[in-house]
Every structure is written in C-alpha cells, then in structure tokens.
C-alpha cells in the first residue's frame, strides 16, 4: 500500500522517472486546465504523500535515496528547460525541477503545510506562465521562443506578467519559490550543495534564455493585442497570493 | 591544396572592389558627417537605397506609420503622390477590369497602417486567395513535393552567402554570432588606441599576422575544438589564406566577388573603418601598426571555416557550400522544414511539432509532416492575403468589395502584384511627397529684395561671418534683430584648408572638409616670454590618471586614494557646473598663443635644421661620449654635422683634437645617423616637412580674396569683421565631435578663424588685395572668435592685438554677442524637453545651457543639425527676418561677382557636398537608427579610443545615435534629402552644375534636391524633377510677398 501511495504521489508531485506521466497528461490539456493542475494535483500528491509509512517520516534507510533522486530530478529538468523551445513545455519542466525541493522537505521530515506552501510556490508562478502561454498561443498560434521576438513591445502587459511568473519560478528573491528552496535546502547534508548551488544557476540561465528569445529583441510577427484587464487582475491575485505565501515561508506566520 | 599566384591577387583585386560601397568610418575623435551609401553615390538614390538596404540589411525610408503621421500634420504633398499614383498606373499594362486602382493604391498608402499589406508568400495563389475570400480551402497539389521544395530553396541558398550563414539558417546554430564575436575581440586587440593598459603583442607585422601569432597561443580557441594550427601551415599570407580556405569551402570562383562582399559588410563598421585607415596616410596608429581589409577577410575566414570544421566534427552540420547543396539535393523536404523552423518563418502552431520531427529525424514522418505544413502554409499565405484585401476594399468603399468577390483567381494575381509593386517603390513617393512640401515651405518663406535694391548707406557696426551650419542661423538671425549687425555665411573652415599642430598635442589635425588634404601646416606657439612649469593640479592629475591605467596600482590605489575620485563622481552628478567651475579654477588657462602662418624661406628652413641638428649633436656628444659643452667648440660641432652628413671627409677635427680612434669615432657618427637622425636622408625630409608650414603671400591674398568674394563682401566693410569659427562642448560624450565643425573635419573652426583673420589684418596683404578691387578701411580688424553651439557662448580671440581705438568698441560688442547668445539659449532650450517657460527667460536659459554642456549624464547636450533640410546659396536679403527654425545651411554668395562661376563652382564642390553628407548622415541614422545609426547611446561604449560599440562588443557603431535624431520614439529629424536652393539666373547655375561631374551625379541621381532661384526671370523657383526644371507655382516677386508669408519679425527676446 505504501508503495502505491509513494508511485502515486511521485506522479503527482512530481519527480523522475514518473514525472514523464504528470507531464505527459497536463500537455493533453488546455491551457486554462493546466493553470489549474499545477496547482491542485500537487496539493493532492502531498496529501497522499502524507499517507504514507502511516504519516511518518520516510525511514531513515531511504531518505538519503530520496533526496538524492530529487536532487537528480531536479537537475536533469532544469537541464531540459535549458533547451526547451516551447513556453508551456518550459513551465512545466521548470515546475518539476523546482518541486523537487517537497520531496527534499518531505523526507527531511517537514510537516504538511510546509510541503503545501512549497508546492504553491512554485504552483502559483507555473500557473500564470501557462495560462499566459495559453494567451500567446491563441493569439499568436504558438508560444515557441525565438519566433517572434521582442512581445515586450507589442504585448507589455502580458510580458509584465510573464517576466514575474519566470522570476517567480527561478527562485528569485521575494517570489516565495526562493523562501522554499532555502527551507528545502537546509535539511540537505552540507556535501550536497554543490549539486544544488549549480541548479540555481540552471534555472537563472533558462530565464535568461527565455527573457532573450521570447520577450526582448525585434518583434517579427502579425499585431496581436494584449491580454484583457481581467487576466490582468487575475494575475494580479496570483501574485498577492503569492507574496502571502512568500511572508509565510519567509517566516513571518509561525506555521512550523 | 596548391595556390597559383593568380589566386592570390584576385582575391586582392575582389576585395577592392567588395570595398567600395562600404563607407568609410573616421574615429570619434574627428567625427565626420558622412553619407552612409557614399560607395554608392555612383547611381540613382533609389537604387543605390536598394542595394545598400541589400549590402547592409538595412531600411532605406521610414516606415507607412511615420509617413502617415507626417500627412496627418500636413507635411505631405498629396498632389505629388496623387501624380505619382497615376504615372504607375500609366505604366501597367494589365489591371483589374472594375475596380478604382488609384482609390485602392491611395488608401493602401494613406489609410492602413500596417507597414506592409501584401507580404509575399511562398505557396499563395490567386485560385487560393480567391478560396480564401469564399472561406474555403485550396488544397496544394501533392505531387512532386520534393522538386517544389527544392526550388524554392536553392535560389535561396546560393554559393554567393557565407557557408556558416547558410548552416545557421538551416541547423540553428549561431556560428556566425560566434565569428563575430571572436572578430571584434581580434579587432579590439589590434587596433586598439591606447585604451588598454596591456597591449597585444607583435602589432608591428600586420593585422593577420599578429592575429596569426596570438591565436597559435589562444586556449580558448583550443578549448572550443578549433584548430588553427593546420589551417595556418596552409597558407602564410593573408590573401593566400582567403583563397585557400574559399576553395576549401568548395565556393564556385564565379562566386568569389560576392561572396567576399557578403563577407565584408556584415561587420561594415569595423571594415569601414579599416578602409579609412588604409587611406589616411597621416593617421599615426596606421603607420604604426598596418591593417588592410584582406586581413580583416582572412581573420574572419579562418574564424568561420575553423567554426564550420569544427560543427561537422561535433554535430554533423555541413562544412561547405558543396555539403550545404547537397542537403538541399538530397533532402529537401528536411531542409526546407529546418529553413522554416531556424530561419523563423514558421508557423508558430508547428513549431513544436517539427522541431520534434526533425530531432527523431525519420524521413518518412517528416515527408508526411512537411505535406501537411505546407498545405497548412499555404492556407495561412491564402488567408492574410484575402484579409487584407477585404480590409483594403472596406477602406476603399463603393462597390469595391462588390468588385473583389467577382475577381476570377488570373485578376487576384494581378491585382496582388501590382499592390505588391505599388508597396515595394512606396518609399521614394512619400520622400518626394514630402520633399515637396518643403519645397513649397521654402518658396512661401524666402523675401526676394525690391527690384531696385538701395545702394548701402550705412556702415554696420560689426560684420560677422559664420559657418553654414544650420545652428548658426539662429544666432545670426538673433544678432542681426539686435542691433547693427551684417551676417554673413561661409564654410567653417573660412575657405582656408590647414593642418593644425596646436600647442601641446603631438599630432596634426586636419582643419578642413574631409574630401580634402591640406598642403600648408600650421604652428601654433605660445607667445609667453616665461618658462612654465607644470602646475601642481595638473601634474597630480597626470599622477592619478597613471594609477588609474596601470595594471596593477588600482589593487593599491583604490583605498589609498580612491576617496579623491568620489569627490570627482559627486561634484560631477550633483553640481556639474559649479564642479567644473572648481576644476577651471585649480587649472592654469592655456596660455597666450600665436600662429605660425608665414611660409619658412628655404634659408631659414636651413637655418632651422642647422641649429635644431647642432643641439643634437651637443647632446649626443654628452650623452655617448660624456664630453661636456665646454669642450666642444662651435666650429666642432659645425664640423661633425658636416661629417655626419657625408659632406666632409672624416676624421672629425673634435677626434684628431681628442686622439678618438678611427672605429670610435665610425661608431659615434653611425649614432647620430641612426639615433640622432643626423643624416642626409632625414635632413632632406625634414627640409620638406618645413616647408609645408605657413602660407605664401599669394596664397594668404588668394584665400582672403576667394574668402570675401564668396560670400559677396568686397565694400563697405565695417570697424569689426568677426570671423566666428563654432565648436561644442560636453562630457561624457564620444559623439562630441560630431557637433563641432563639419566643414573643419570634425575638429573646432578657431584656428581657421585665427588664421584668415591674421591674413587679412596684415598690411601686406590688404595692399595686394586693393591691387585686385577689394579695398579694406584701415580701421577695418577681423577678430577671430568661436561659437559655442551648447552654450550659446561667441568668445572673441587674439583680442591681445586689436588695435587700441578698437577697445572702446568691444564692450558694445561683447554685450551685443552675449544678448544674441541668451536669445538663441532661450528658443533652444524648450526644444531639448526643458520647460517652455525658458524662452521668455533668456538669463536662466543661458544658464541651463551651461549646464547641458557640463553635466555628464546629458545624453543630449544640444540637438546638433537634426531636422535640417535647406542649404540656401545666395545673398541674406532673400532669408533676413526670416525664422528659419535652424533647418537650413546659409551660405552667402552673390552671383553678381561671379561672372565666370567659379566661386559658384567651389561652393557646390565644397559646402553643398558637406551639407549633403551631413543631411544624409542624419537621413539614414533616422530612417534605420539600429543599422546606419549607432543606436541608443545608453548601451555604447568606447573601443580603443577610436569609436564606440554596444555593451561590451559589437561592429562599431558608425552612424549617429537615436538621441541625436528620434525624440520620445518619433523622429525628431525629419528625413528628406537636402533642399539646396541657389539664387543665380537658370542657365549660369546649370552651366556651372555641368562643368563639375560629382556635382551633377549627385544632383541628377537625386542625392540631393536642387531648387534654382532665378533673380532675372522675377525670382522664379525652378525645381529640377523628373530629369527637367520645372516653374514652383507659388514662386516670383508677387507669390513672393503675399500677406500669409510666414515671416516671424520679432526674435522670442523682442517678443
């Protein structure tokens, strides 16, 4: 049973080699729908992931295995994000790498909310660079990088959007991803930072592509019109809801 | 591989030719204005935009949105467009049966904004349009799939593009952003001016071969798997080594020329400005450390081949032109998908699909894959196309909609290509629609003087002559509404061609335009009588500056005394001008100076020689020898000369005297040659160099005289003649040149002035200039002065030698000049986004110009020569009172006394060409600011002390920057080509056009546009158009002085 559970919750939180199925079928999905499973079907993995070994901690046996899987897992997605070309496939490659880190927290031992807040930290960002995706996508046919080019002058408001959602992703300060990721990291062993260190600078690198490819430079496509001040103001809300998940993992609410 | 010799020198002869159209980039230091197509001046304007737009990957017009936005403000001509839309119409032979072409071809131009309606396409058709437009598909036929594909790449991917081009294009890869990458570093390196404290090694030899010695050494290239070494055992020269590798590269030599111009001008402002220093025989870094194109070819060619070799060796990418038509033989369906994917025409839809297609690489998917695209692109081509043309036929009204549904699929072809043709030749009508509103502008501005003009009674108080730039209208017109003021124009270097070796700088500069090569050089001395020593201030500041160049103080220096360098940082951001009040304070001036203007006779060449070799041989003597001064006599030394010189046989009497044996005294005379460059050869050069200093009598008289006569003076001179030369003045800023004299070379008019005015206030000279009509009062004095174009500031010089009875003048004068000054601060200052309330506050205007100048986060000083347009040849009667708005080139001439033309001659040959360049400078740096211009100047930075680049490497950034041109995302220039309207009778001024080829090429191939004014047909303007003059309706005496002319009496001071 415990088995079932854990391949189950490593489906949908997800980490390599089942992570393949959760990218897999959100890619099936509208854009709209995909906003919507990255941010629930995490929350589902933790609560199973909290069923298992009867909502203990993992065994001390397997955590440095657990751990080093994530570790692993959060590499190799950060070094495909590297040559990802296709914004929602970007998003969602960045969104495994980065929930790697619950795994990490879940077998140190962290609690149920921490490991809700962790997944909303990267959830959240993941889902507005989707849904903005799905935007592009309808506007523009694709949002392939290095196509068009330079969106910043003919779509501000959703590069705004975009530019914060990948900041959001890679861990940027004030963005609650960069609060998780240190909570993450401090239940790792000191010898195993020089496999994270390097992942911050993947994952800085990816944005920087992307930022170069998709938003800045000469713009080459048809006029397109900019996104409506609804999916501004539901931006706008991720964001806030984001920065409230950013004073909680920053430890201004006492939730540990 | 075995190279003949024929190889070699062919590729030499290809780069010369490859080289033409690439302009010539002179460094920062002397910024020259000049037409970025000026290779291309051969032909039509048109056609060389074309190929020029082609060469360099550029936009030759503005684009619809702009033009448009001019008509909305009623700067376009409609008539001229309306006739320009018939004469296309008028010559297609087939059009659409039904439909209002000229209604559809004017709201394609005036009424979509889009800058291209009708995109061509690679698979839309008429039947598929016509689909479109129904709602349906056409389906593209299936068959021969291949052969279509094929076609439709290999004219794409000729032998003529560079191979890594080619390769990026269809692989994705960024060989060519790598190459130059690596170029400009190579370039950096060597050519830098002293930027770096460590300079690369082995310069000397050349370009490729000091690049060849580094890059045997170069671990990154070793890092990156390029190997050099064997390329370089190939081949040792440079042109040897552009051969081999383009046979190595298996390009057709039918092919070469074109594929070396390619080669050339991707990078054209470092190749410009190599090209300008393969010219500049002068140039001290040329001299020093040579560099030709065919290096610059080579370094990139070795680059891009070892980049290639080294892609076929990693990824399997093709390395020749050979490998690259094979692709396209053998795989075209792969090909073409990689061309759409890589070269960014893909649908973005398929994007992901055939990215993944093409990296699982399975033939059969990927026929199956193209099949559907290509139906699916063909769609989408159909689709635009039937959008636009409804959108278009919605704009047109009446029953052009009714009209476009009933087209049958051979009329939409039809249709669609002339619209095409239509936009592809759109940009030339609406310059020409705008030229000629500017014409009519002109026409309704100028003030023809009454038909029987008064003789002068009066004599001014001051004359003044400035340059033609177009800033010094403003001043003019300022200083004329003053008081009794005459004004005059001339080019800026006051007709008189120099080099100038000013005191205290080590090398020559060249005071003229720069299609000239001044023959006389001139000194300038100081007159003080003192020995000076270096200030404390000074010498500290030499300290400081050596800290901050050396390698290794900074690690020592930047927390000893890096504290003294904040109190420059604050000083500078917080109070610029009270700073620089400080510095000026702590720094001694420069002091008094005289210059050196009389031509050396050849005795007192020699005498110079004599005693400047004497001092050496003195000097010599104790150095080498340790024998003091006082025990070498005169006639010792006299001798020695004479020895060293080979024109006295040897032993020297100081040896005999001295018992010096005969290989000591061998070895001591060898030095003086060697060292001491006491010898024959150098003497004789030497004897040459002396005698370009200074002008002759005649000469002097001949450039006073042609200085006067030019410009109309020849009587009634005044008590002042002001020979007001102008300059800018701004920190932090590499284009500062670019806003000082055009005329001068980039450099400052002072010492033109100084010169013309020491000339003509000479006794000699007036009493030779009396001999020809031109008789000067005694008590006329030309005082030279400088017009600081930021500040507003006319400064008067060599006031040390006005005549006493003059200085109760000169506080009149001072007080007139600095009213005219605060005049032109308080119209200037509300254009550079200042608040508007400056131009009724002339005081605090003036200060703010100040302050422009000194503060050295000011991107834009001052706005330079945009928005010029006019270059006005003729007498101030005809533009006095007039507000020109500093648009136009005010050159003074008077066809009167100019019977034969000649002074007309060296007008259009001189200033109207300076005036064209400088108008085309800023015609292309606002049409296409990322190509001709330099772009944003917050991204450059200076390279090696010659130009500048974007971030930290990039071609050299040749045009001007945006903040010269474009204001708030709009042009603030406004791009037409120059205006240059000459008051002279028809025929005189197309007979002297006639006499000078460049002239008429530029004129007849429409560079610029000539406007002549005939004084004896009733002040008829003739506007040359179409190959013919033709009369301006609202020209002549009577359109002339109509009620509505806009003729602004009042400066904003008197308002």
């Known amino acids: 049973m415990d088995r079932a559970l854990f391949a189950l919750a490593a489906v949908f939180v997800p980490i390599f080699p089942l992570s393949w199925v959760f990218n897999r079928t959100a890619a099936l999905l509208p854009a709209g729908a995909q906003a919507l499973v990255v941010l629930i079907v995490p929350q589902i993995g933790i609560t199973l992931l909290a069923a298992t070994f009867h909502g203990a901690p993992p065994p001390l046996s397997l955590r440095p295995w657990i751990m080093g899987l994530a570790t692993a897992s959060a590499l190799l997605y950060a070094l495909r994000a590297l040559s990802a070309r296709e914004l929602s496939i970007w998003t969602r490659l960045m969104l495994c790498s980065g929930l790697a880190v619950v795994w990490l927290a879940w077998a140190a031992g962290s609690p149920g909310p921490v490991l809700r807040l962790m997944a909303l930290g990267w959830g959240l960002p993941a889902a507005v660079a989707l849904f903005l995706a799905g935007a592009l996508t309808r506007r523009a046919g694709g949002a392939y990088i290095g196509l068009q080019g330079g969106l910043i002058a003919v779509m501000p408001r959703m590069t705004a959007g975009l530019v914060l959602a990948v900041l959001a992703l890679t861990v940027t300060p004030v963005f609650p991803a960069f609060f998780m990721l240190w909570r993450g990291l401090e239940s790792v062993p000191l010898a195993w930072l020089p496999f994270w260190l390097p992942l911050i600078f993947l994952w800085g690198w990816a944005a920087g592509r992307l930022f170069q490819d998709l938003l800045f430079g000469d713009y080459h496509g048809e006029p397109m019109a900019d996104i409506g001040a609804l999916s501004v103001a539901l931006i706008s809300v991720a964001f806030l809801v984001s920065l409230a998940v950013s004073l909680a993992g920053s430890g201004g609410a006492s939730w540990y | ?1055």
């Not at chain 2, 920062?28 to 197509?37: D, G, Q």
């Not at chain 2, 009066?458 to 005459?486: K, N, T, W």
Request: aromatic residues 8%.
């Open chain 2, 1 to 1055: 591989m075995v190279l003949i010799l024929s190889d070699r020198l062919k590729v030499r002869a290809m780069v010369y030719v490859a080289s033409e159209p690439i302009p010539r980039f002179w460094p920062m230091r002397t910024f020259i204005h000049h037409n970025p197509l000026y290779g291309l001046e051969d032909r039509p304007f048109t056609a060389a935009v074309a190929e020029g737009s082609r060469l360099f990957h550029a936009r030759g017009y503005l684009d619809r949105g702009s033009y448009q936005d001019y008509r909305r403000a009623g700067k376009i001509d409609d008539v001229l467009i309306g006739r320009r839309i018939d004469a296309f119409l008028a010559g297609r032979t087939e059009g659409p049966a039904g439909l209002d072409l000229k209604a559809w071809l004017w709201q394609l131009m005036t009424a979509t904004d889009r800058p291209r309606m009708i995109e061509r396409g690679d698979f839309a058709s008429g039947a598929g349009i016509r689909a479109a437009l129904e709602g349906r598909t056409q389906p593209v036929p299936g068959d021969d799939l291949e052969g279509r594909l094929r076609a439709l790449l290999e004219p794409r991917y000729g032998p003529t593009a560079p191979v890594y081009r080619q390769v990026d294009a269809l692989f994705g890869t960024t060989i060519g952003a790598t190459v130059d990458d690596l170029v400009t570093k190579s370039c950096l390196d060597f050519f830098d001016e002293g930027q770096s404290a460590w300079q690369a090694p082995g310069r000397e030899a050349g370009f490729f071969q000091a690049w060849k010695g580094l890059a045997r050494r170069n671990v990154r290239f070793l890092l990156r798997g390029l190997h050099l070494r064997q390329v370089f055992s190939e081949e040792d020269t440079a042109e040897g080594m552009v051969a081999y590798i383009l046979r190595r590269l298996e390009v057709p030599e039918a092919a070469w020329q074109d594929y070396i111009t390619h080669e050339l001008t991707r990078m054209h402002g470092w190749a410009g400005f190599i090209r300008y220093r393969m010219g500049a025989k002068h140039y001290y870094w040329a001299q020093r450390y040579p560099a030709d194109l065919v290096d610059f070819l080579a370094v990139r060619m070795v680059l891009g081949f070892a980049l290639l070799q080294e892609g076929r060796r990693r990824h399997g990418t093709p390395a020749s032109s050979a490998g690259v038509a094979g692709l396209l033989r053998t795989a075209p369906v792969q090909a073409y998908l990689r061309h759409e994917l890589y070269g960014g025409t893909i649908l973005p839809a398929w994007a992901h699909k055939v990215d993944d297609a093409l990296a699982r690489a399975r033939p059969s998917a990927l026929a199956g894959l193209a099949a559907a695209y290509v139906q699916a692109k063909a769609d989408w081509e159909n689709q635009r196309t039937a959008q636009a043309l409804r959108g278009l036929a919605r704009t047109v009204g009446a029953d052009a909609e009714a009209g476009l549904a009933g087209l049958a699929p051979g009329q939409i072809d039809v249709l669609v290509g002339l619209l095409r043709d239509w936009e592809e030749g759109e940009g030339p009508v609406w310059l020409e629609a705008m030229e000629s509103h500017y014409i009519g502008e002109l026409a309704a501005r100028i003030r023809p003087p009454a038909e029987a003009e008064p003789p002068a009674t009066r004599r001014p108080f001051a004359q003044a002559l400035f340059c033609i730039d177009v800033r010094s209208e403003r001043m003019r017109r300022h200083l004329e509404s003053l008081g009794d003021y005459q004004t005059f124009g001339i080019a800026g270097f006051f007709g008189v061609p120099l080099g100038y070796l000013e005191y205290g700088k080590g090398s020559e500069a060249h005071l003229c335009p720069a299609v000239q090569t001044p023959k006389n050089l001139v000194l300038e001395i100081p007159a003080g009588l003192e020995f000076e020593e270096e200030p404390l201030f000074t010498a500290l500041e030499h300290v400081l500056h050596e800290l901050k160049a050396s390698v290794l103080s900074p690690f020592v220096a930047v927390e000893a005394v890096g504290l003294l360098f904040s109190l420059g940082l604050v000083g500078r951001t917080l109070a610029p001008l009270g700073y620089h009040r400080f510095r000026s304070r702590m720094r001694t001036g420069k002091p008094i100076t005289r210059l050196l203007l009389d031509k050396l006779s050849i005795e007192q060449a020699d005498s110079i020689m004599r005693a400047v070799q004497r001092a050496m041989i003195v000097r010599a003597l104790a150095r080498e020898l340790s024998i003091p001064r006082d025990q070498v006599t005169d006639d010792d030394v006299r001798n020695l000369r004479e020895v060293a010189l080979g024109n006295e046989a040897g032993p020297s009497r100081l040896a005999q005297r001295l018992g010096m044996s005969q290989a000591a005294e061998h070895d001591f005379l060898e030095k003086l040659r060697s060292v001491y460059r006491i010898d024959r050869a150098v003497t004789s050069l030497q004897m040459g160099r002396l005698g370009r200093i200074g002008f002759s009598v005649e000469e002097q008289v001949r450039y006073v005289t042609q200085a006067l006569l030019s410009i109309g003076l020849d009587r009634n001179f005044s008590r002042f003649v002001l020979l007001i030369g102008h300059m800018s003045h701004s920190e932090n800023n590499p284009y500062e040149s670019a806003l000082d004299c055009g005329a001068c070379g980039g450099g400052k008019g002072l010492p033109n002035a100084r010169a013309l005015a020491a000339m003509a206030n000479k006794p000699e000279i007036r009493r030779r200039l009396r001999e020809r009509g031109i008789v000067i009062p005694e008590d006329t004095w030309f005082v030279p002065a400088i017009h600081n174009t930021t500040t507003d500031v006319i400064e008067l010089h060599d006031l040390d030698m006005l005549p006493a009875r003059h200085l109760l003048y000169l506080e009149r004068l001072r007080s007139g000049l600095a009213a005219a000054g605060r005049c032109c601060a308080a119209e200037r200052m509300p254009l550079l986004d200042l608040p508007a309330r400056l131009a009724a506050e002339p005081f605090a205007a003036a200060a703010l110009a100040q302050r422009q100048a000194h503060d050295w986060s000011q991107v834009r000083p001052e706005w330079g020569l945009a928005r010029n347009v006019y270059a006005i040849v003729g007498r101030r009667v005809l533009t006095e009172g007039v507000d020109l708005e500093a648009r136009a080139f005010l050159q003074s001439y008077d066809y009167r006394l100019d019977p034969k033309g000649r002074l007309l001659e060296n007008i259009l040959t001189g200033p109207l060409v300076v005036g064209e360049w400088i108008n085309l400078e800023h015609y292309f740096s606002v049409v296409d600011t990322e190509s001709f211009g330099s772009g944003s100047k917050v991204y450059h930075n200076v390279a090696g002390r010659f130009a500048v680049m974007t971030g930290n490497q990039s071609d050299l950034r040749t045009g001007l920057p945006s903040q010269t041109v474009v204001k708030d995302g709009r042009p603030y220039h406004e791009p037409v080509r120059l205006i240059a309207m000459v008051e002279a009778p028809l025929e005189f001024a197309r007979r002297t056009v006639a006499r000078l080829a460049k002239v008429q090429a530029l004129i007849s191939g429409g560079w610029v546009r000539l406007v002549v004014l005939d004084p004896e047909d009733d002040y008829r303007m003739h506007v040359l158009e179409d190959g013919g003059f033709h009369v301006h309706p609202r020209s002549g005496r009577a359109a002339h002085s109509a009620p509505d002319n806009p003729v602004l009496e009042a400066s904003p001071c008197n308002r």
